[in-house]
């Protein structure tokens, strides 16, 4: 009587390969797979922030372009490449707020205009929320001159509330939360917040912060930093 004897190596050989060949989708890993390798932002600019990821746990964010549009255009230069002149700091009042801008580079008199858009992705937050800051003393804006800022997560379905957006536009008769600096966050929570779904770091959402000065044809603008506040908020207890 033939006897066939088992050949196990032969047979797992044999399975390993056909799991090589077959002809299915292999899933890449993420460059955010792993948020415990991701250093805690800290101070920089701009410049130095772009093409980097930092956290403020568990928020973990990525850094991707930088793009300024101005009248005249020597606004852009001495903003310098990539915003390098745009400081970038941790709130020392805000445990989970970066702070953008302390510079008078962007300041615009009247026939003056700038735009400066800053791009990244974020997951493990479900909230946006940002405020503006000003110079003591110093006007926000003068005749018909516009400061506006718009911090966007394109969260698209998973939006909850606000869209995603959190902005605010300062001219002639805006509320004084939009033109003057508050002692308080109170009133931003109260108007500004953007609410979302929770993701992790296969799909961040992408965001945008934006900074528009405008100094009309007879007024001034200014801005003197902008509080970025993107996190995993929980109810009752904050931001964690």
Known sequence: ?????????????????????????????????DPSSIPVCDK??????IGTSCSQPPAVFHWISYSCTSTPSSICDRIGTNGKEIHVRLDPNGPNTLLVGSTHLWDVTAGQS???????????????????H?????????????????TTVECGENCISGNGVSSYLCAAGSADMNCLDQAKEKPYWASGVAKFRLTGPDSPYPFSIEVKLNGGTNGTATLRSLGIHLCDFIPGRGCE
Request: contains cysteine; aromatic residues 14%.
């Open 1 to 33: 009587m033939l006897r066939i004897k088992p050949y196990p190596f032969a047979v797992v050989t044999l399975f390993t390969l056909g799991l090589l060949i077959w002809p299915c989708k292999r899933v890449e890993a993420s460059p955010f797979q």
């Open 114 to 132: 700038v735009d400066i858009v800053i791009r990244g992705s974020v997951y493990n937050a479900n909230l946006n929320l940002t405020w503006p």
């Open 134 to 150: 000003f110079y003591p003393g110093q006007p926000t804006q003068t005749g018909d001159g516009t400061e506006e800022n718009i």
């Open 44 to 49: 920089g600019t701009v410049a130095s922030y």
